[in-house]
C-alpha cells in the first residue's frame, strides 16, 4: 500500500485530495497548521488518516512524520494562496511558501523520499488571450504567483542535484464545496445562502479558466500515481468564463435573478483579462482531462450547499 503525505490536506483541495487517495486504497497522512483548513471538514470523510499540526517551515516535524509513516510520496498544497492577503504580506507568503517548500525538499531529501507532486499556478503566466501552455514564458503579476515561480526553480534545482522525482502542477482557478479562502467564487455562494439576490463585485470582464475541485483532486492524484509524469502540467478546463458568466450560470440554475453592484474597493490592483490552460500535455500523458463543465460543478456545489435539491 502506497504511504502519501499531504501537506495543507485540512485545506480546501487537500480535503477533496485526502477523499480520493483514500478512495483510491492510499494510507494518507494530512499535515496541515489549520490556519484555514478545517478538521472539521476532513472528518466527514469516509476512512482513517493519520493527522499532524504543525508549520510547514517546521522541517524536523516533517522529516519525523516522514520516517515515522514511510511515506513514498508527498502532495505539497500548503501556501498561502488568498491573493488580497499575499498582495498585503509579502513577506509572510515568500516564508510560507518559498521556505515552507525548501523544508519539504530537505525534509524529503533527509527522509529519502522520492517522489513530490507540487501545487504550482497558472498565475505564472502572462495575461495573453490564448490557450497557455507549460513552455509560455513565464511572468508572474502578483506575489503569490512570484513565490510560486521560486518554488518551481528550487524543486527543479533539487529533481537535478539531488533526484527529487517532480511533477508541478500548474493549477488554474479551482471552485466547488468547502472552500477556505474568501475567493470570489465562494463570496458569491456564501451571499447566495444568505438570502440575499443583490451581490458586490468588482471587475466584471476578467475571464478564467474554472476547474471543478474533484476533478482537479483526480489530476494530482492520477499524475501522482504515473511513474511518467515527472515535469510540469497544466490543470484546468481549457474554457475559460467571465464572472458575468459564472453569475448568470447560476441564476439559471436557482432560477431567480441575481443582480450584481458594482464595488469599487473589490477591484484587485492587478487582474488579468484572459486566462485559460492548454491541456495538450496532460491529455497526452494520461489520456485523460478534466471533464466537468461549469454548469454541473455549480450545480454540485450548490447541492452540496443545500441552494439546490438532490437530483
Avoid at 17 to 30: D, F, I, M, P, T
Avoid at 230 to 256: D, F, I, M, P, R
Wanted: aromatic fraction near 8%; hydrophobic fraction near 40%.
Amino acid at each position: 500500500m502506497t504511504t502519501v503525505l499531504i501537506t495543507g490536506g485540512a485545506g480546501f483541495i487537500g480535503r477533496w485530495l485526502v477523499r480520493h487517495a483514500l478512495n483510491a486504497g492510499a494510507a494518507v497522512v494530512v499535515y496541515d497548521n489549520l490556519r484555514v483548513g478545517s478538521l472539521e471538514n476532513l472528518m466527514e470523510i469516509e476512512g482513517s488518516f493519520a493527522f499532524y499540526q504543525g508549520d510547514i517551515r517546521d522541517q524536523s516535524q516533517l522529516v519525523h512524520v516522514l520516517r515515522k509513516h514511510s511515506v513514498g510520496r508527498v502532495f505539497h498544497l500548503a501556501a498561502l494562496h488568498y491573493i488580497p492577503y499575499c498582495e498585503s504580506h509579502p513577506q509572510e507568503t515568500f516564508e510560507v511558501n518559498l521556505v515552507g517548500t525548501l523544508a519539504v525538499l530537505e525534509a524529503m531529501r533527509a527522509a529519502l523520499v522520492p517522489r513530490l507532486v507540487f501545487a504550482s499556478t497558472g498565475a505564472l503566466y502572462p495575461p495573453l488571450d490564448i490557450p497557455l501552455t507549460e513552455e509560455t514564458p513565464l511572468e508572474p503579476q502578483d506575489i503569490y504567483g512570484l513565490t510560486k515561480l521560486h518554488c518551481e526553480q528550487a524543486i527543479q534545482y533539487y529533481q537535478k542535484r539531488y533526484g527529487i522525482e517532480a511533477t508541478l502542477v500548474r493549477l488554474f482557478n479551482t471552485y466547488g464545496a468547502y472552500e477556505t479562502n474568501p475567493h470570489l467564487l465562494p463570496h458569491i455562494i456564501q451571499t447566495l445562502k444568505q438570502g440575499v439576490r443583490e451581490i458586490p463585485l468588482g471587475n466584471l470582464k476578467p475571464k478564467r479558466d474554472y476547474v471543478y475541485v474533484e476533478d482537479v483532486a483526480e489530476g494530482f492524484w492520477r499524475l501522482g500515481a504515473s511513474p511518467s509524469t515527472v515535469g510540469v502540467y497544466n490543470l484546468g478546463t481549457g474554457v475559460e468564463h467571465s464572472v458575468e458568466e459564472v453569475v448568470a450560470t447560476l441564476a439559471a440554475l436557482l432560477q431567480t435573478p441575481i443582480q450584481i453592484v458594482q464595488d469599487p474597493s473589490r477591484v484587485r490592483p492587478v487582474d488579468k483579462l484572459h486566462q485559460r490552460a492548454d491541456l495538450e500535455r496532460l491529455r497526452s500523458a494520461l489520456q485523460w482531462v478534466p471533464s466537468t463543465s461549469l454548469v454541473d460543478g455549480l450545480r454540485r456545489w450548490l447541492t452540496m450547499e443545500g441552494l439546490l435539491e438532490q437530483r
